[in-house]
């Protein structure tokens, strides 16, 4: 930069290298508090302040209304926004909260504005894998291209059409491949690209991933060009998916949905780098997921049990009746028999080529009848053994996939099913056909230890990693009695005292994606570019659609806190207040209320203020005026002898700190 650049530029900035010092000293000085309560909430939890008009309706007797109002914004909400608390103290806690309950009844209509260039959201899987389909098969598109202005002719649709046919026995035996052994792992051809940062474009606040306008997006109805045009890689559908669960996280108002959609893609998790699913995720979302989120457990979960994306993952698509290849060829000599009017013996059925006997024969895969008890319904502790979850892969044989390239919808194949007995927790099934898998799920569904593990899920992802016992019984009593209604035992947790009691006041550690979306939300950050966004959240370690096992991200907090991940989280929380993430633009200045000034601890204590409540334990205090006292805080405008505050490293500074990672 020359001197007139230097001259001209008056913006406070500190650099990189001070930035990433301050975040390290600070994360080494205040890691020890993440896994300490802190002093200030410790010393509170003998006061018991009358109860509030506010809080009318609630249990609560151990928090005072501003600590009740934060705490719900933080646990039914991704956090408070500026005004929310205000909002939320007006309209009543309780009558917010039952219309978080109850969220097809508020208006969302400016989110949907939001989302309203993400054209992937509403295609069918079929349509994503035609408009993002693989450069090979992009490559086949673009050759057949017409000759009347790019469009392609039914003729070369058709040879298409017949060349995805033709590759679908060799689609199926390569993801055959993938089952072997139970992994989930993706091959190098089938693993997503990273998602890279945008490039420069004339309008950053238009640009998305791949620097393409997100707000106008592809035209649904455009022909896919060649493999050159990047925004046509498979890998923009997973991109749009993040980028939209990221906006709807921030903006949207029906918050408890977002939590509970988030909760349910994780406890029914799904790999986007496997495979097909990359194209299965969209639907899986949309029409599995969010819908089924307030509903009774047992429907979600047989949504999931057909759904393409769930079949393609833990490879049920693939199970079979080993005697189902026998059976088949048997009819097949039958036939002939009866084609030939019964003259003649019948012909033996041909054998294979010598070394493919074995070679198309699809079996038993126990991939999904084993997560379907120990992660789904009954849990690792359930009650059942090995035994149960052969036979329930039995029961499932059958369930698979249409067409997976072409047309990835759920097929009941009565070929493939096992149509002996079957036995599960000692229990006969034997309703015949697609019913054997219906009935293991009406099973499963209602049964105690399913309704006890459901319990403890709901209850440590809202309540605390130990949550009470007794809160748990009673919300599984709930399930048990609402034949697995979510609604009803969301409503248990959260109308018990356990809910709002001291100990579960910032007694959670946000994940990655919970501290980004918290942290934009109590900026009052604007965003028009989520994709940096969504690339903090996976630098930060909870890479969005990424998880490959089926046991989803975890909800506790020893995952997510070590040193290299306080230091990630610091060095965003710097970089956003700062307002160096493209495409989000924060107001620090306004939020805080404050002009600029060289009195750092008026600014520390207005910001411990703005985004912590006021509620910071000492040795936070005392860590966070350390840093102040540093000279990259404190920066000069040319020609001004007096040093001002940045107020955006102390904002990051501050929720960097141990009380805003809790929630």
């Known amino acids: 930069m020359n001197p007139q650049q230097r001259r001209t530029d008056t913006t406070p900035r500190v650099s990189l290298t001070a930035r990433s010092f301050l975040a390290a000293s600070l994360a080494f000085s205040c890691a020890i508090s993440f896994c300490v309560e802190p002093t200030s909430i410790a010393a509170a939890r003998d006061k018991k302040p009358k109860q509030d008009p506010v809080l009318k309706g609630l249990p609560i007797t151990q928090l005072s209304t501003d600590e009740a109002i934060v705490h719900a914004l933080n646990r039914l909400a991704y956090g408070p926004r500026p005004g929310d608390v205000e909002h939320v103290r007006q309209m009543g806690l309780e009558k917010w909260i039952e219309q978080q309950l109850n969220p097809g009844a508020i208006d969302d209509k400016a989110l949907e504005a939001r989302l309203a260039g993400y054209t992937t959201l509403t295609m069918s899987a079929s349509r994503l894998q035609e408009m993002y389909p693989q450069p090979k098969q992009a490559a086949k598109q673009a050759a057949n291209v017409g000759q009347a202005d790019g469009k392609r002719s039914d003729a070369a649709a058709a040879t298409i059409a017949n060349d995805m046919q033709r590759g679908k026995g060799q689609t199926a035996k390569g993801d055959a491949a993938t089952a072997d052994g139970g992994s989930n792992a993706p091959s190098d051809a089938n693993a997503p690209a990273p998602m890279k940062e945008e490039s420069g474009g004339s309008n950053p606040a238009t640009r998305g991933a791949g620097g393409r306008n997100v707000l106008s997006g592809p035209d649904p109805n455009s022909v896919p060009p060649g493999i050159a045009d990047d925004s046509r890689r498979p890998q923009r559908v997973i991109e749009e998916l993040a980028m939209a669960k990221v906006t709807r996280a921030i903006y949207s108002q029906r918050q408890l949905q977002q939590v509970m959609d988030d909760f349910w893609f994780n406890h029914f998790n799904v790999f986007a780098g496997k495979g ?388």
């Open 276 to 663: 097909e699913d990359r194209w299965y995720l969209t639907s899986y979302e949309r029409e599995v997921i969010q819908p089924h989120a307030f509903g009774k457990f047992k429907d979600l979960l047989t949504a999931t049990a057909k759904s393409p994306a769930m079949l393609f993952y833990l490879d049920n698509f693939l199970s079979a009746d080993p005697r189902a290849a026998d059976r088949q060829a048997a009819e097949r000599a039958m036939r002939q028999q009866i084609r030939r009017g019964g003259f003649g013996r019948p012909l033996p059925p041909r054998a294979p080529p010598q070394g493919q006997a074995k070679k198309n024969v699809r079996g038993l895969n126990e991939n999904y009848g084993r997560e379907l008890m120990e992660l789904h319904t009954l849990g690792v502790d359930g009650g059942y053994t090995q035994k149960d979850v052969t036979e329930v892969a039995r029961c499932f044989t059958g369930w698979t996939i249409e067409k997976p390239r072409q047309n990835p919808e759920f097929k009941f194949d009565e070929w493939l099913h096992d149509p002996d007995p079957k036995y599960v927790l000692g229990k006969k099934i034997h309703a015949g056909g697609m019913k054997d898998g219906e009935q293991v799920i009406e099973l499963l569904a209602p049964h105690p230890s399913t309704a006890k593990f459901i319990s403890t899920k709901l209850a440590r992802r809202f309540v605390s990693d130990n949550p009470p016992p007794a809160l748990v019984g009673r919300m599984a009593k709930t399930f048990e009695s609402s034949d697995g209604d979510i609604r009803s035992v969301l409503k248990t947790m959260i109308y018990s005292p356990e809910f709002w009691s001291r100990e579960a006041y910032r007694a959670k550690i946000k994940s990655p994606f919970e501290l980004v979306v918290s942290t934009v939300r109590a900026l009052g950050t604007d965003v028009d570019t989520p994709m940096p966004l969504v690339q903090w959240t996976g630098r930060i370690g909870e890479p969005l659609y990424q998880c490959q096992p089926p046991t989803g991200y975890s909800d506790r907090a020893d995952a997510w806190v070590n040193t290299g991940a306080l230091l990630n989280r610091l060095n965003f929380t710097l970089t956003l207040a700062g307002n160096r993430v493209r495409g989000s633009r924060s107001d620090v200045a306004s939020l805080l209320g404050m002009e600029p000034t060289t009195d750092a601890k008026t600014v520390l204590d207005r910001a411990v203020g703005v985004f912590l409540s006021g509620q910071a334990a000492p040795a936070t205090v005392e860590t966070l005026q350390k840093q102040l006292d540093s000279p990259q805080v404190l920066q000069a405008k040319l020609d001004d002898p007096v040093k001002q505050v940045d107020l955006g490293v102390v904002a990051g500074l501050v929720l960097g700190a141990p009380e805003f990672q809790r929630r």
